[in-house]
């Protein structure tokens, strides 16, 4: 059951900076309001406002180029300047679920970008998750976020406070609605080298998906037009519109097929790909 009836809340969290949360959230919000769905987006995070920033730069571009492409219904969440701590985090907490039910109303997706620290918002956010998302860079540093190991061995020695954070929020979401959370880790920034030391993050984090209960899948690797389209608010998907001047190439195809796999490891509900792996339309598509 969806945390608000008929409309899915995908949550992307992670309490690291750099990680690529906000480039995966607008590629997810993209992909589905493309696959014709409406969808809102919420940024938690009024300090960087990466995700207002991009959405905002989208409308600019589009405006300037007078580019028919799709865009979010968007919300920033800001902090509450309560006395205390704890009417700040109920002030917070009641303003997110506002929002949230509000946007339920009239939209088949709400798509939550949190900042990459521990707040009261986005441990609310992560409560409210249909899939949670957590990208991860493809190193021990960033896999120290979801479980101690051993330095000699690499055996997991116990989860972590994000892991810890995640448990917490599945309880919440069963006294609240006896719904469960879909958790997601996708390994982003993934070397092609065949390294011993990406096949050893990749063993524990298998072992730990079983051990906390997440499913673990491929994410974005390390490209440059992850980085040059936020200006312009684009994403891959945009690039084969006849009116974005931009030259399509063979990296574009690769970092396409990423996107693509991701979308569909998700399983979103009610979700058809609208593009194939060259980001062309396409009549059919995948559940």
């Not at 580019?67 to 979010?72: D, N, V």
């Not at 002030?91 to 929002?99: F, I, S, T």
């Not at 939209?107 to 957590?134: E, K, M, N, Q, W």
Request: charge should be negative.
């Amino acid at each position: 059951m969806a945390a608000t009836g008929g409309t899915h809340i995908l949550v992307v969290g992670n309490e690291k900076g750099g990680s690529g949360k906000t480039t995966t959230a607008m590629h997810i919000a993209v992909a589905v309001m493309r696959a014709g769905h409406k969808v809102a987006t919420i940024d938690l995070d009024p300090r960087q406002r990466s995700l207002t920033r991009y959405a905002e730069n989208r409308r600019h571009w589009a405006e300037m180029k007078e580019l028919a492409i799709p865009h979010s219904t968007h919300r920033l969440i800001k902090l509450s300047d309560r006395e205390s701590v704890t009417a700040r985090k109920q002030d917070e907490e009641a303003r997110l679920a506002r929002c949230i039910a509000e946007l339920g109303e009239s939209h088949d997706f709400i798509i939550i970008d949190c900042p990459g620290s521990d707040s009261a918002l986005s441990r609310a956010a992560h409560s409210y998750a249909d899939t949670l998302v957590t990208p991860l860079n493809d190193s021990f540093i960033d896999f120290d976020l979801l479980a101690q190991i051993d330095p000699e061995t690499f055996a997991v020695d116990g989860p972590s406070l994000y892991s810890e954070l995640v448990w917490d929020s599945r309880k919440s979401r069963a006294l609240r609605d006896r719904g469960t959370i879909d958790w997601v880790v996708i390994r982003n920034r993934m070397s092609s080298l065949n390294a011993r030391n990406k096949e050893r993050v990749g063993e524990v984090l298998q072992t730990l998906s079983r051990q906390v209960g997440f499913r673990l899948g491929a994410g974005f690797g390390e490209r440059v037009i992850y980085r040059e389209l936020f200006p312009s608010g684009l994403t891959l998907l945009d690039l084969r519109d006849e009116d974005v001047d931009i030259t399509f190439s063979m990296s574009h195809v690769a970092a396409l097929q990423e996107l693509r796999d991701i979308i569909a490891f998700l399983r979103l509900p009610q979700l058809v790909l609208p593009f194939d792996a060259s980001g062309k339309a396409v009549a059919g598509g995948m559940h």
